[in-house]
Nanobody, 121 residues
Framework: QVQLVESGGGLVQPGGSLRLSCAAS????????MGWYRQAPGKQRELVAA???????NYADSVKGRFTISRDNAKNTVYLQMNTLKPEDTAVYYC???????????????WGQGTQVTVSS
C-alpha cells in the first residue's frame, strides 16, 4: 500500500503565506509526477501545480508567480510554497503522486486526504 500524508494547511490573512507538505510512504519503487490540486466548494477539482521526477514544473495561470512547487526525491515528499495568498485560493488542497510499486510495470495515481486552506481577514 501507498499513503500520502499532507500537512501545512490553515487559516491565513490575504497577502500571507503557507507551505504545504506531502510525504509518500509505503511500498514505493519510484515516483514519477507529483502535484497539488485544489477543490473549492461547488467547484471541480483543478490542477494547481505539478512537478516531474526531473524537476520540470507547470502551474495554473491563477497561481503563476505566487506559488512554487518543489520535491525532495530522497524523502518522497512534495512541497507547495504559497505566497501572496488571495481569498480565491481558499479550497481543500490535495496531493497527488504517480507511484510505481516494486512489483508493478506501470504507475498508479494516489491521493492524499486533503488539507484545508482558508484565506480570510
Amino acid at each position: 500500500q501507498v499513503q500520502l500524508v499532507e500537512s501545512g494547511g490553515g487559516l491565513v490573512q490575504p497577502g500571507g503565506s503557507l507551505r504545504l507538505s506531502c510525504a509518500a510512504s509505503g511500498s514505493i519503487f519510484s515516483i514519477n509526477n507529483m502535484g497539488w490540486y485544489r477543490q473549492a466548494p461547488g467547484k471541480q477539482r483543478e490542477l494547481v501545480a505539478a512537478i516531474t521526477s526531473g524537476g520540470s514544473t507547470n502551474y495554473a495561470d491563477s497561481v503563476k508567480g505566487r506559488f512554487t512547487i518543489s520535491r525532495d526525491n530522497a524523502k518522497n515528499t512534495v512541497y507547495l510554497q504559497m505566497n501572496t495568498l488571495k481569498p480565491e485560493d481558499t479550497a481543500v488542497y490535495y496531493c497527488n503522486a504517480a507511484v510505481r510499486r516494486p512489483t508493478a510495470l506501470s504507475t498508479t495515481n494516489y491521493w492524499g486526504q486533503g488539507t484545508q486552506v482558508t484565506v480570510s481577514s
